[in-house]
T-cell receptor, first 114, second 114 residues
């Protein structure tokens, strides 16, 4: 069974810092990996999706990398802002399951203070 | 553009009462639909998914059931709620090949069982 781990569980940084959030997964047989953002009491917003054949994806100040063979992904946030404060979740779409179901990590709770 | 709606946003119910949560998707046809639960201190857990009208698959045995009476409508139900059913319920959709399309989430329903 696929297991997804995110480190750290929480992170508090001053505004302007560059950040790295880590995600690891146990089974490399995946279709893709997604990074989501969740604000308190809200649903999930998809940030980036990396196909299994890709190495990275970029969107604005966000860059996500994927090393499928080692079961690792990182989300890089450049020049962090207070508005980036949220919980960041990674999820992998598993090839071994019907409909490529998503397996989620427990998230990294990010606080960016002014 | 596609949108997803969930209601109600919050719900407080006594133990033993019935439940009906509704999710609808607009702007797309024949979506894959999903119900997830996010319990306190735990990651997101897939409860049900559906690839078409009347086609429901359950991921975990539980006190809940799901139905898809129309193409873009997904309903989560229970005949008698348990305390352990408390949590944040999220509906999601995806289209086309689930291997390369992201899942998009609604704003969720916060369910509290008293």
């Amino acid at each position: 069974k696929q297991e997804v781990t995110q480190i750290p569980a929480a992170l508090s940084v001053p505004e302007g810092e560059n950040l790295v959030l880590n995600c690891s997964f146990t089974d490399s047989a995946i279709y893709n990996l997604q990074w989501f953002r969740q604000d308190p009491g809200k649903g999930l917003t998809s940030l980036l999706l990396i196909q299994s054949s890709q190495r990275e994806q970029t969107s604005g100040r966000l860059n996500a990398s994927l090393d499928k063979s080692s079961g690792r992904s990182t989300l890089y946030i450049a020049a962090s802002q207070p508005g980036d404060s949220a919980t960041y979740l990674c999820a992998v779409s598993d090839r071994g399951s019907t409909l490529g179901r998503l397996y989620f990590g427990r998230g990294t709770q990010l606080t960016v203070w002014p | 553009s596609q949108t997803i709606h969930q209601w109600p946003a919050t719900l407080v119910q006594p133990v033993g009462s019935p439940l009906s949560l509704e999710c609808t998707v607009e702007g797309t046809s024949n979506p894959n639909l999903y119900w997830y639960r996010q319990a306190a201190g735990r990651g997101l857990q897939l409860l049900f998914y559906s690839v078409g009208i009347g086609q429901i698959s359950s991921e975990v045995p539980q006190n809940l059931s799901a139905s898809r009476p129309q193409d873009r409508q997904f309903i989560l139900s229970s005949k008698k709620l348990l305390l352990s059913d408390s949590g944040f319920y999220l509906c999601a959709w995806s289209t086309g090949s689930y291997s390369n399309q992201p899942q998009h989430f609604g704003d969720g329903t916060r369910l509290s069982i008293l």
